[in-house]
Nanobody, 109 residues
């Protein structure tokens, strides 16, 4: 199993970005699929997750601004709206303790 993420992006505060992640190498539905991020000088932190049941969960810091979704098979998305500078960091998708390569998101004027 391997995870392939879309590239990073630069956006102004208040802007939006959409990240994607796809799992390759298994015929199974991987579950759950999660997003984490690592901000400068800080430990990696949970952002959002999507279960095959349709259940989602968000970190308090992104709830109401970020939306996690999923499409068959094993494609995960993170819609990030109303971005703020504190959202700057490297975003990773993960499943079954396997991590994507990460993608830099920068929110700056």
């Amino acid at each position: 199993l391997r995870l392939a993420q879309s590239g990073g992006g630069l956006v102004q505060p208040g802007g939006s970005l959409r990240r994607s992640c796809e799992a390759f190498g298994t015929p199974l539905d991987v579950d759950p699929m999660r997003w984490y991020r690592q901000m400068p000088g800080r430990e990696r932190e949970f952002v959002a997750e999507f279960h095959s049941s349709g259940k989602t969960r968000y970190a308090d810091s992104v709830r109401g601004r970020f939306t996690v979704s999923r499409e068959p098979q094993n494609r995960l998305f993170l819609q990030m709206d109303n971005l703020i500078p504190d959202d700057t960091g490297v975003y990773f998708c993960t499943v079954w303790s396997i991590w994507g390569q990460g993608a830099q998101v920068t929110v700056s004027v």
